[in-house]
C-alpha cells in the first residue's frame, strides 16, 4: 500500500492524517496516511528515510516548511515564489519535487464561500511562513489592491518586493486605514488569544475576514471583528481541508470532494 505522512515538530495535534483518509475512502484510493514527530536536526535524515523505504509522499508542517524548500530537488513555481514547501511528492524518476499548496488553498476556500478576490481590495497581517504562500495565488486572482502589514515592517516589505511592479504593498500596523474589502489574518497572534494592534476603524460592517487559524469556537480576531460589525467571518479549517485536497490531487491525480471533508473535519474539531 502506498504511504504518505504529515512531518512536523510538534505534530500530534495534526488533523492531516483524519483529511486524507476520509479522501482515500471517498475516492476509492488505497494508502496509508500517518504522522511522524521529526527531531529539530533530524529533518533531511528522516526524510530521506521515508522516500528510501519507499514513502510516496509527504506533508510539511512547522517548523520545516523552509527546510522542505532546500530538501526538494525540483519545484514548482509556486512553491519557488512562497520559499516554502508543504508538500512533498515521489515522482517516477525517483527525485522529490516541492510544491506548496497553501495558497491554492486559501484561494479555493474563499471561492467556496463565495467570497470573490478579482477586483477587491485585501488586507493580509503577518509576514511569516504562511503570509509568503498566500500572496502569489491571491495576486493570480487580480484583486484591486494586495497590501502586507506587519509588526516587523521589514519583513512586509521583502515579501512585497518579491513580486513586480509594485502589485504589492507593505505597511505598519499604525499606518493602516479603513476601506478594505477583505483582511486575512496571517499572523499566529490567534494561537496565543491575541490580536496584532489594530487601528479602530480597520473594518467596516462590508468587510470579510478570515482567520488562517482554526480551532473550537471562533479566534481572538474573529471575535474582535464580530465585536466592530463584521457579518462575514470565516476560520482556516476549509483552507486546511483545501490544501490537502492540493496535495492529494498532486499525489494521486484524484480531486476529492472537499464539503463533505469540511463539515466532518468540523464536527470532530468541535468534539475537542
Ligand atoms: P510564522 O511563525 O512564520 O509567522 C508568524 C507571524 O505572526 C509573523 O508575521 C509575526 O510577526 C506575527 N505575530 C505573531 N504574534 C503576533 C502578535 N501578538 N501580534 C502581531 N503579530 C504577531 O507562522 P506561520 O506563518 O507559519 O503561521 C501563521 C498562522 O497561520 C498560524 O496561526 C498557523 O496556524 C496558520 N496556518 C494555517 C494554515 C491552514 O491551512 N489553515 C496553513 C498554514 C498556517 P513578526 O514577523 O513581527 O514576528
Wanted: aromatic share 8%; glycine share 12%.
Amino acid at each position: 500500500m502506498d504511504r504518505y505522512a504529515v512531518v512536523g515538530n510538534p505534530i500530534a495535534h495534526s488533523k492531516s492524517p483524519y483529511i486524507h483518509q476520509w479522501f482515500a475512502e471517498q475516492t476509492g484510493q488505497s494508502l496509508m496516511y500517518e504522522k511522524i514527530l521529526v527531531e529539530m536536526t533530524a529533518f533531511d535524515e528522516d526524510v530521506s528515510g521515508f522516500f528510501a523505504l519507499g514513502g510516496k509522499g509527504l506533508n510539511v508542517t512547522v517548523p520545516f516548511k523552509e527546510q522542505a524548500f532546500r530538501f526538494a530537488d525540483v519545484l514548482t513555481d509556486r512553491a519557488r515564489l512562497a520559499g516554502a514547501v508543504n508538500t512533498l511528492a515521489l515522482q517516477n524518476d525517483g527525485t522529490v519535487m516541492g510544491d506548496n499548496t497553501d495558497g491554492a488553498g486559501l484561494v479555493a476556500d474563499l471561492l467556496v464561500q463565495d467570497w470573490p478576490l478579482s477586483g477587491r481590495r485585501i488586507l493580509v497581517l503577518g509576514a511569516g511562513g504562511a503570509v509568503r504562500g498566500i500572496i502569489g495565488p491571491l495576486l493570480e486572482q487580480k484583486p484591486e489592491s494586495l497590501l502586507i502589514a506587519n509588526r516587523t515592517v521589514k519583513k512586509a516589505m521583502a515579501i512585497a518586493e518579491a513580486f513586480p511592479g509594485g502589485a504589492v504593498g507593505a505597511s505598519s500596523y499604525a499606518e493602516l486605514e479603513g476601506g478594505f474589502d477583505l483582511v486575512i489574518n496571517g499572523t499566529s497572534a490567534s494561537l496565543a488569544n491575541e490580536l496584532p494592534p489594530l487601528p479602530a476603524g480597520l473594518l467596516g460592517a462590508q468587510t470579510a475576514v478570515y482567520d488562517l487559524m482554526y480551532g473550537v469556537g471562533p479566534t481572538a480576531f474573529l471575535r474582535w471583528a464580530t465585536e466592530q460589525g463584521v457579518e462575514r467571518c470565516s476560520d482556516g479549517l476549509g483552507m486546511l481541508v483545501q490544501q490537502a485536497a492540493e496535495a492529494f490531487y498532486l499525489w494521486r491525480g484524484v480531486r476529492p470532494d472537499t464539503a463533505p471533508v469540511v463539515e466532518r473535519l468540523r464536527r470532530l474539531v468541535n468534539a475537542g
